[in-house]
């Protein structure tokens, strides 16, 4: 993982996802600017996840995005561990 790390948050990534969104322009300019790597977690991927079942998106919009995310195409992921959770 690099140094330069920029951890992306759940709305982040909803306003990347939702053309929609009113901060998709900002976040798509924003992000694609930067260059530090990004970086999640899993506990944000199911937050994500959560938020567009209650924005009623329908699964086959978002599940190759959240595949992308989780296969860390997308960014690194930090999977949390209750060693991880203890810590913090």
Known sequence: MAN?????DTSAF???????????ENISKSLSSREEAFVT?????????TLFR???FDVSQFEHFIEAIWE???????RVTPEIESEA
């Open 72 to 78: 860390e195409k997308i960014c690194s992921l930090i």
């Open 41 to 49: 977690s899993n506990y944000i991927i199911d937050e994500l996840i």
């Open 54 to 56: 209650v924005r009623k």
């Open 14 to 24: 909803y306003s990347f996802f939702d053309k929609n969104d009113k901060n998709y």
């Open 4 to 8: 330069n790390l920029l951890f992306i």
